[in-house]
């Protein structure tokens, strides 16, 4: 198996910054596909972004030009750095990952990020 640990959530003001991160651990695998979803209150869990072993990068719309995904191939670690954070970015942000020659997706439990207004 694999455990995901998200770190970095917190409270910002709308406008601000922050990065969250997360590391990957356990058995010996290849981390494959690496992404961030969050869940808003009250809603359902949504995509953020996602970033390939070698580097292809997706973003939702409403993030676009805003968050960096990126990961570190060698520390199995992904960050999200977050700018010009708005309140309706506000919400638990969970790490997925899946494992080459495992087909499975794996989550970790979650890191809080509030923007307040």
């Known amino acids: 198996q694999v455990q995901l640990v998200e770190s970095g959530g917190g409270l910002v003001q709308a406008g601000g910054s922050l990065t969250v991160s997360c590391v990957a651990s356990?058995?010996?695998?290849?981390?494959?596909?690496m992404a961030w979803h969050r869940q808003p209150p009250g809603k359902q869990r949504e995509f953020v972004a996602s970033v390939t072993r070698g580097g292809n990068i997706n973003y939702r719309d409403s993030v676009k030009g805003r968050f960096t995904i990126s990961r570190d191939n060698a520390k199995k670690t992904m960050y999200l750095q977050m700018t010009n954070l708005k309140p309706e970015d506000t919400g638990v942000y969970y790490c997925?990952?899946?494992?080459?020659?495992?087909?499975?997706?794996?989550w970790g439990r979650g890191t809080q990020v509030t923007v307040s207004s």
């Open positions: 997925a990952a899946d494992i080459i020659g495992f087909p499975k997706t794996f």
């Open positions: 356990g058995r010996d695998n290849i981390l494959n596909t």
